[in-house]
């Protein structure tokens, strides 16, 4: 069985523009939620998915990010214009929805720079 | 207060021997609680997950909760090179299903 993916695995960008990462979570799991890591500081989480609602957002640190999870499926996290703070590893993470244990698997993490 | 506290390391131990790792969360709420383990650059993993008070034990590793103290500790018996990592200390809400709360993790460093 596939893990979680994600894509792209960098991204370097500059102040201003725009980027989407995507992540594509194990099939079947209907929950899916985003994390970000700045360095030197904890995994944070952003957002979470229930199939396509938002559940939770109460992460996200501005309106320059928006997440998306069409069809329930995949999710996309963009940031629109990124500034300098957003640099950090953003992961992604599902569970699903009724589990013996409250498992979240994790991808491996798409690494952004903001210059 | 930081929600999920960690001693950030880094923590060396001895080929063989037991590393021990503590963490200290500030929510009273708080129902379940998760060790991940992170070689760098990598995603983190779940190597053990407890939710009542005392001892859960799963191979080399054992982990311990204790509510009232708002404490959680993972024992790793037999030290391995392989277990030099980054340790997180993760904690979720009341209904399940819900976000972690994370530490900053310990580094740990297993000397042959």
């Known amino acids: 069985e596939a893990g979680v993916t994600q894509f792209p695995s960098h991204s370097v960008i500059e102040k201003g523009q725009t980027v989407t990462l995507r992540c594509d979570p194990i099939?079947?799991?209907?929950?899916l939620y985003w994390y970000r890591r700045v360095m030197g500081k904890e995994i944070k989480f952003l957002l979470h998915f229930v199939k396509e609602s938002k559940q939770d957002e109460s992460g996200m640190p501005n309106n320059r990010f928006l997440a998306e999870r069409t069809g329930g499926t995949y999710s996309t996290l963009k940031v629109q214009p990124a500034e300098l703070e957003d640099s950090g590893v953003y992961f992604c993470?599902?569970?699903?929805?009724?589990?013996?244990?409250?498992?979240?698997?994790f991808g491996p993490g798409t690494r952004l720079t903001v210059l | 207060q930081k929600e999920v506290e960690q001693n950030s390391g880094p923590l060396s131990v001895p080929e063989g021997a037991i590393a021990s790792l503590n963490c200290t969360y500030s929510?009273?709420?708080?129902?379940?609680f998760f060790w991940y383990r992170q070689y760098s650059g990598k995603s983190p993993e779940l190597i053990m997950f407890i939710y009542s008070n005392g001892d859960k034990e799963d191979g080399r590793f054992t982990a311990q909760l204790n509510k009232a103290s708002q404490y959680v500790s993972l024992l790793i018996r037999d030290s391995q090179p392989s277990d030099s990592a980054t340790y997180l200390c993760a904690v979720m809400g009341f209904f399940g299903n819900e976000k972690l709360t994370f530490g900053t993790g310990t580094r740990l460093t297993i000397i042959p």
């Open positions: 099939s079947g799991h209907d929950n």
């Open positions: 993470a599902s569970s699903p929805l009724a589990g013996d244990y409250n498992e979240q698997f």
């Open positions: 929510d009273r709420g708080s129902q379940s």
